[in-house]
Every structure is written in C-alpha cells, then in structure tokens.
C-alpha cells in the first residue's frame, strides 16, 4: 500500500499526482470485475478531506473499493469534474449544475454545517466594497456564490473586479493592498488576525440569517456510469471511513498532517471540528435543502444553470 507516500506535484496545474492507491480490502468476493479496478479520486489536501478519507484510501474499511488518491485545490477539481476526467471528486456545490449529467452527489462525506461560512476580509474595519477589487478562491465556488448573495443584499453600489487567486494568497494580498478585500474559506477563519486583516462579513451567518439553512460548502460526486451498485457500496464505504476517523482520531493524524500544508496541528483539529460533522455522514432532509436552496437562489440571480427537479437524486 502506497497511500501514505509524498505525492508528486505537476508544476502547471499545483495538482499533487501520484497520491498513492490505498488497497482496500478489495471488493466483495462476488462483485463484477468493474468493482475491483481502482476508483480514480481526487479531493484537497486539507485536514477535513484526509481525515474523512484515511480510513477508506489506506484500507481500513472492509469491502471499500481500492482508490487511486489525486490531491488538488477545490478550483482544479472543479476543472477535472467539469471535463469529466475522474471517478469520484470532491467540489464545490456551485459546480453541481455543470457536472450533474455525468456526475451524481453522493449523500455523504462532503463539507456542510453551521458558522461555518467564508469571509470577507479587509485591511480596514467596515471598509467599503462598492467598485472594489476582491480576491476570491474561484468563480466557480460555493463561496463566491455566498459571496455573490450577501453583495447583492448588501453592497447595493455592486463590487469592482474579481480577482481569482489561490485560497493561500487571498490574505497575503490583501495585506499587502494587491486587492482591497479577499474571500478566504477553510482555515483562514482561525488565522486571518495574523496578517492584520478585519473581518468585513461573514458569508455563513449572512446565509443561515436569511434562509435558516446550513451552509452547503463542498460536496462529493462520482460517475453516474459506475452503477447503482457500485455507487450505493461507495457511500457505504465513506460514511464507514467518516465513523472510523471520529472513532479514533489518532489514527487519521499522520496522513491528515502530511498533507496540511505546514498548518498548526491545534488548527488542524479546528478545522476537522468545524467542517466534519453529521452532515458529513448523512446529508439529510436539512442538507439537501441547503443544497436545493443556494443553487435555485443562484440560478435566480443568474449565477448558474436552473436544477431540475431529479437532479440530486442518489444515485
């Protein structure tokens, strides 16, 4: 087993290859030929992702398919969803509309939950965003369509430029006055004040205000052409995974911290507290509404394509 390897890094796309195929237990003794082929997965490196998939990807859930692990940021992983080219991904919920002809959502192991939201950041308390620069982590993010709500609620002037940067150099920039705010997501919520930076707005508490839903964030999808079958022993396989890290999170710490981009592990732990959480088990009535919520509110305000009525049916 090779899952705990340093992965390689393509130097044109920052997408970590070679991540290693964690074994598994194989597939069941009588599943088709189809189900021992390893699944090709990408998510990203951070903490909430390795520790829901620790168990799964170093062969600690009985019967879980074999993975064939791609670390990426969420933005390229959008990309890979959108032309198609893996079996499981983890992306964003803005995506779903684009991908869903191929792909389906997965009712579990994605990031969804309470004061959990991105933020808007700024060097100076209560700036004014009116025909100012912001950096966002992508155009194509759940955070950016939050982002998109709250402005047009709340900066009736509408915004200037969008800037698209990496997550890591939105507050860098900021700081620096590169752009005069930045939509950070992840664990820039615990470490914003050491750039000096002012939180401006909080996207999740502008969303869960106004609609009283959680906060959908990143979500799972894998190939619709894998099959009912295979589709439903996944899911099995990854809420397990989930159970197995909140059993015993020790066991997750290495692979969670050999991928947590040189994070405090006090701040790791916040983050696996923050997004991983019974949403990431179960999506649930709640959840699913959240996820209907924002893309039909979006698709509102012209963001993204309309859902139809079955499109996050599972499987």
Known sequence: MTADRTPDTDADTGTNTGAGTGTGTGAPDDAAPGDRTPLRIAFSPCPNDTFVFDALAHGRVPGGPALDVTFADIDITNGLAERGELDVLKVSYAVLPYVLDTYTLLPCGGALGRGCGPLVLTREPGADLTGRTVAVPSERSTAYLLFR???????????????????????????????????????????????????LADMGEHWESTTGLPIPLGAIIAKRSLGAGRLNRLADSIRTSVRAAWDDPEV????????????????????????????????????????RGLLTRAAAEGLVPALGPDALRFP
């Open 149 to 199: 709500l709250w402005a047009a609620d709340t900066v009736p002037g509408g915004v200037g430029e969008i800037v698209v940067l990496p997550f890591h150099e939105i507050m860098p920039a900021v700081r620096d006055g590169t752009v005069d705010a930045g939509l950070v997501i992840h664990e820039a919520r615990f470490t914003y004040q050491h750039y000096g930076l002012h939180k």
């Open 252 to 291: 997750s710490r290495p692979y969670v911290m050999a991928h947590a981009q040189e994070m405090d592990p006090a701040v790791a732990d916040q983050h696996i507290g923050l997004y991983v959480n019974e949403f990431t088990a179960q999506l649930g009535e709640d959840g699913y509404a959240a996820v």
